[in-house]
């Protein structure tokens, strides 16, 4: 059973930090290739952030420079480093994993909030 869990959101003010998780069971962890998703309350779910089995990794152009992708294999773990963070960042944040014909698989979200 396939099973990816976010965790790290929270409530930040406009500036702040914060880091994300993602925690991977039920798959070949090091093999996927992980996006990080947000969808903002009456918006369409957007990309973020993606890495691929081999490290290669790209954003989204509203995010460029401020958030930062990786992943640790032998934790079966990816992370999404946020600074700077803005009020449009608020959103649930999803992690996904694919693989070919494996996938697309979904967490269930973590909520950031970024207000004052």
């Known amino acids: 059973q396939v099973q990816l869990v976010e965790s790290g959101g929270g409530l930040v003010q406009p500036g702040g930090s914060l880091r994300l998780s993602c925690a991977a069971s039920g798959i070949l962890f090091s093999i996927y290739h992980m996006d990080w998703y947000r969808q903002a309350p009456g918006n369409q779910r957007e990309l973020v952030a993606s890495?691929?089995?081999?490290?290669?990794?790209d954003y989204a152009a509203s995010v460029k420079g401020r958030f930062t992708i990786s992943r640790d294999n032998a934790k079966n773990t990816m992370y999404l480093q946020m600074n700077s963070l803005k009020p449009e960042d608020t959103a649930v944040y999803y992690c996904?994993?694919?693989?070919?014909?494996?996938?697309?698989?979904w967490g269930q979200g973590t909520q950031v909030t970024v207000s004052s």
């Open positions: 996904c994993a694919r693989f070919q014909g494996w996938g697309p698989y």
């Open positions: 890495i691929t089995s081999g490290g290669s990794t």
